[in-house]
Each structure stands twice: as C-alpha cells, then as structure tokens.
C-alpha cells in the first residue's frame, strides 16, 4: 500500500491531478470519472509502450503482470490478493456468477424491485433453466432489508443487490447481507461499482460471497475493466460457463481444470490499457486513504443536503447519512423541469445528470466545499418552480 500522506486528502491533490477543476465543477462521478493527471500519463505510456512492442519481447515482458494491481486490490478490499481477478465489465461479471450456480428447476433469486437494470438482466436470462426472479417491491426506491429478507424462501440460491443504489445514493448493510445469506447457505453477490473508490469496504468482515465493481466510475479508471471477488468458500458451487486460453488450467478428456480463484473468469486477454490506469488510480486512492475520502465526501453530501431542503425542491435520497454515499438525488417534482434545470447547471459551468429518482450528484474527494457552494448558489439563482 502506498504510504499516506498525513493530514492531506484527495483535495490537495486537486490542481495537479484534475485541471478540469479549474474551469467546472465536476460532480457526476456516479456515471464515469475524469482521469486523473496520472492515469492519463499511463494511457500515453501504454501507447508509447505499444508504439515500441518488439521491445516488450527483446526484455521477455510480452503480457501484462496483475501481481502488483492484485496485491492492491487486496489492500484495498481487505483481502487475499489471489481471491481478486479481472472481467471485461460489472454487468459480464453478475452474467459469468449467474450462469455458474448449477440451478435446478424451481430455484430462486432475489434482488430489490428498484435496482440497476444490469443487475436484474443477468438473472432473468436463467429463466429458460427454470429459475425464478424474485423482484422485491421498495416503493420508495430506497432498499428495506426486512422486506428483502422476507422474500426468501427455501428455494432461494441467491440474493444479488447493489451496493448502493445509482438512482438515489442508498446504502445498504453488506455486513448484514452478508450475515444472512451465510447462516442460510445461500450465495450474496453484490454490485459495488457505486462505492468501491468512495466508501470502504471489508469483505472479510462483510462475509460477501461475490462483489464486483467496473473501474471508471468512483475508482477513476476507465471502462474496460471490472475487479470479480470471490470467497474462497464458494468457489466449489460455481462452475464457469466458458473456457478460453487463460482460465482453463488443464484439461483432460474435455473436463477443464480451472485456474485458481477468480481467474477461471478470465477467459482472454485482459484490458492492457485499463489495468495500466486503475494501477494509478489505485496508488492515488490508496495513499490517501479511503477512509479520509470517505469523510470528506460525507461532509460535503451532508451540507448539500441540508441546504438543498432549505431551497423547497424534493430531496430523493435518504435523510439518514448512514443510508447515504456518495449519491444525493433531488427534484423539481417534474422531468422536464428537471431536465431544464440539469441543461441550465451545465450552461454554469457545473456538471450533473438525470435519473429516475431526479437530479443526481455525486461528488468525489478532490471536490471542494466551494464546488458545493457553486452548485447550491445555481440551484439558488435558477429559482425553477417547484410543484407542491
């Protein structure tokens, strides 16, 4: 792990790794992040590296070594570094543990009614091998582990869920999660590519079974990529659904050996060029400390929703800070306000974006309490009408 600089968060940081900031307010980080100085530094280094591809094999470093990134990761997730491997995206991620669960007719899942799309599309597909999809109603888009809870049934193999949910910033109790599902023998798979970068997360602690998260999001990488955690434990109940080049370690009379841990899903080669940036972001990240990023983002996702609820509009996300990330979701009452409203932030120099639950923002650690004044002296000036 990198060494910490004491007493200076991703803030300090600020003017040299993202110049952006200079001239916007960045804070939709919950859709894609601006890379920092240093990993677009690694993008030109792997373009210069490919540009000069018969040095890779004149030195004898032909493919890329994931030790180091997966000794960072570990550090990052507090766990071993061989439990940590690499898929193209989140969403291939839940597709590859879901068609892994050898599933007998009548089985069940069970994922929240208002969850991300990705994560419902990956087991519906288990329809046509008898599999139930137990979508469980949250009416107010926020997650209610009793209901959730409540839905299981003796059939149920899994519980697939997001870590925080992309519309309205909801937090859920991993460790909870991770405690039900393990006293009942049924398998928790968690989306975390809305926290892992901004919120830390012990999977050890939590008892997660599978948590798989893209990289360009809160991390600060770009798409390509996703980081696949499995327990150990689980590993002798999921059998991969395709074998390539690199995740069969040897096989005999068609019955393929898998590779050790997650990398029986790495089937082909892996993303070069994203690996190269999220091994930067993840120094970045790392030398700060998550913890300190965490802090610095509650305060200002605290502040922007106490003075949001003074301006009148719709808070949509929880007023409970310990169901909050790094996600703050309000609104007008109406999409197309709401939508003009987002053009009108953009014309300011301020970016944001639309989901279902309204105007989302979501700041990250090199945001500053003036980039938060800047937006609520915005949403102050713009005085769009709210309805009742």
Same mark, same amino acid.
């Given at each position: 792990m990198g060494s910490r600089?004491?007493?200076?968060?991703l803030e300090a940081y600020r003017e040299i790794e993202f110049p952006l900031s200079k001239e916007w307010v960045y804070l939709n980080h919950a859709a894609s992040s601006p890379l920092p100085r240093r990993c677009y530094d690694a993008l030109c280094q792997?373009?210069?590296?490919?540009? $000069?591809r018969s040095e890779a094999y004149a030195n004898g470093n032909i493919d890329y070594d994931i030790?180091?990134? $997966?000794t960072r990761l570990g550090d990052l997730l507090n766990?071993?570094?061989n439990d940590v491997g690499f898929v193209p995206s989140t969403c291939d991620g839940l597709a590859a543990i879901a068609n892994s669960v050898d599933w007998r007719p009548g089985d069940n899942v069970v994922i929240p009614e208002c969850d991300f799309q990705g994560v419902h599309h990956a087991w519906l597909n288990l329809a046509r091998r008898g599999v139930e999809v137990r979508s469980v109603r949250m009416p107010n888009?926020?997650?209610e582990m009793d209901a959730l809870f409540a839905s299981v049934t003796s059939k149920t193999r899994a519980i697939s869920i997001s870590h925080v949910q992309m519309h309205n910033g909801f937090k859920i109790d991993i460790g909870a999660l991770g405690q039900f599902c393990r006293e009942r023998g049924i398998l928790s798979v968690v989306d975390a590519i809305q926290s892992v970068g901004v919120e830390p997360i012990d999977v050890t602690a939590a008892n997660i079974d599978v948590l798989v998260f893209g990289a360009y999001k809160f991390l600060m990488g770009i798409p390509g990529i996703a980081v696949l955690y499995i327990n150990r434990r689980v590993l002798d109940q999921l059998h991969p659904d395709r074998g390539g080049k690199l995740n069969v370690a040897f096989s005999e009379s068609g019955a393929p050996t898998w590779a050790d841990g997650p990398l029986r899903y790495q089937v082909g080669s892996l993303n070069e060029a994203a690996l190269w940036v999220l091994d930067r972001s993840l120094d970045l990240l790392l030398t700060v400390g998550v913890d300190e990023i965490k802090s610095h983002v509650s305060s200002l996702v605290n502040r922007l929703d106490r003075e949001l609820r003074k301006v009148g509009v719709q808070v949509t996300s929880s007023e409970d800070p310990q169901y909050r990330c790094a996600i703050l979701a309000f609104t007008s009452g109406s999409d197309s306000t709401d939508q003009t409203m987002l053009r009108m932030l953009c014309q300011r120099g301020i970016i944001a974006s639309c989901k279902s639950a309204g105007i989302r923002i979501s700041p990250h650690g090199y945001n500053s309490?003036?980039?938060v004044e800047k937006f609520l002296d915005?949403?102050?000036?713009?005085?769009f009408p709210v309805r009742s």
């Amino acid at each position: 792990m990198g060494s910490r600089i004491v007493g200076r968060g991703l803030e300090a940081y600020r003017e040299i790794e993202f110049p952006l900031s200079k001239e916007w307010v960045y804070l939709n980080h919950a859709a894609s992040s601006p890379l920092p100085r240093r990993c677009y530094d690694a993008l030109c280094q792997y373009g210069e590296a490919r540009v $000069r591809r018969s040095e890779a094999y004149a030195n004898g470093n032909i493919d890329y070594d994931i030790t180091h990134i $997966r000794t960072r990761l570990g550090d990052l997730l507090n766990c071993d570094a061989n439990d940590v491997g690499f898929v193209p995206s989140t969403c291939d991620g839940l597709a590859a543990i879901a068609n892994s669960v050898d599933w007998r007719p009548g089985d069940n899942v069970v994922i929240p009614e208002c969850d991300f799309q990705g994560v419902h599309h990956a087991w519906l597909n288990l329809a046509r091998r008898g599999v139930e999809v137990r979508s469980v109603r949250m009416p107010n888009g926020f997650v209610e582990m009793d209901a959730l809870f409540a839905s299981v049934t003796s059939k149920t193999r899994a519980i697939s869920i997001s870590h925080v949910q992309m519309h309205n910033g909801f937090k859920i109790d991993i460790g909870a999660l991770g405690q039900f599902c393990r006293e009942r023998g049924i398998l928790s798979v968690v989306d975390a590519i809305q926290s892992v970068g901004v919120e830390p997360i012990d999977v050890t602690a939590a008892n997660i079974d599978v948590l798989v998260f893209g990289a360009y999001k809160f991390l600060m990488g770009i798409p390509g990529i996703a980081v696949l955690y499995i327990n150990r434990r689980v590993l002798d109940q999921l059998h991969p659904d395709r074998g390539g080049k690199l995740n069969v370690a040897f096989s005999e009379s068609g019955a393929p050996t898998w590779a050790d841990g997650p990398l029986r899903y790495q089937v082909g080669s892996l993303n070069e060029a994203a690996l190269w940036v999220l091994d930067r972001s993840l120094d970045l990240l790392l030398t700060v400390g998550v913890d300190e990023i965490k802090s610095h983002v509650s305060s200002l996702v605290n502040r922007l929703d106490r003075e949001l609820r003074k301006v009148g509009v719709q808070v949509t996300s929880s007023e409970d800070p310990q169901y909050r990330c790094a996600i703050l979701a309000f609104t007008s009452g109406s999409d197309s306000t709401d939508q003009t409203m987002l053009r009108m932030l953009c014309q300011r120099g301020i970016i944001a974006s639309c989901k279902s639950a309204g105007i989302r923002i979501s700041p990250h650690g090199y945001n500053s309490v003036s980039d938060v004044e800047k937006f609520l002296d915005a949403v102050s000036d713009l005085k769009f009408p709210v309805r009742s």
